[in-house]
T-cell receptor, first 112, second 110 residues
């Protein structure tokens, strides 16, 4: 059972480079989420998608864009990476916003 | 915005001890989530509860809606319970955007 799959697992970027984090779920969930986790802080929501074709900002959306390509896939794009975006990124999905979320294994991203 | 506070931040116990982790929130909610983050980084949902108590194996979660407080208990703790335990609550008026506590790091020594 794959669940929520994130790629890549690790990435090092230089300041100003761009990249896309990929997330796919095979549970037919409607809602998908992108979080970042920084030392000493709780998980913070970057963007979420309540259904295919819709996205909405979370607590820390600046510097990021998202795309809900279809029901399975929800990608996160950094257009011009900054050192402040060094973090561990988690993708999650759930049936609806009021249901338990299933998390991917995370992407550890370092920006030099 | 809902403020979610957990205590303690760190907890060290001996194998077999009864563990309690606390979570308080500032705004009335529809349900509260408890999650576990393994030492390797993976996150799993343990409970979602809106009232009373839920039990899964040696884990018990309780919630008091009036007092805006929830507890996670672990009975007969084991070293494999060592993890970060996180509570999360939706903001007032919305259930999509969970607000997460900073987590409680539990270490259970043999």
């Amino acid at each position: 059972n794959a669940g929520v799959t994130q790629t890549p697992k690790f990435q090092v970027l230089k300041t100003g480079q761009s990249m896309t984090l990929q997330c796919a779920q095979d549970m037919n969930h409607n809602s998908m989420y992108w979080y970042r986790q920084d030392p000493g802080m709780g998980l913070r929501l970057i963007y979420y998608s309540a259904s295919e074709g819709t996205t909405d900002k979370g607590e820390v959306p600046n510097g990021y864009n998202v795309s809900r390509l279809n029901k399975r896939e929800f990608s996160l794009r950094l257009e011009s990476a900054a050192p402040s975006q060094t973090s561990v990124y988690f993708c999650a999905s759930s049936w609806t916003g009021s249901q338990p979320q299933h998390f991917g294994d995370g992407t550890r991203l370092s920006i030099l | 915005k809902n403020e979610v506070e957990q205590s303690p931040q760190n907890l060290t116990a001996q194998e077999g001890e009864f563990i309690t982790i606390n979570c308080s929130y500032s705004v009335g909610i529809s349900a509260l989530h408890w999650l576990q983050q393994h030492p390797g980084g993976g996150i799993v949902s343990l409970f979602m509860l809106s009232s009373g108590k839920k039990k899964h194996g040696r884990l018990i979660a309780t919630i008091n809606i009036q007092e805006k407080h929830s507890s996670l208990h672990i009975t007969a703790s084991h070293p494999r319970d060592s993890a970060v335990y996180i509570c999360a609550a939706p903001p007032q008026g919305g259930s999509e955007k969970l607000v997460f506590g900073k987590g409680t790091k539990l270490t259970v020594n043999p």
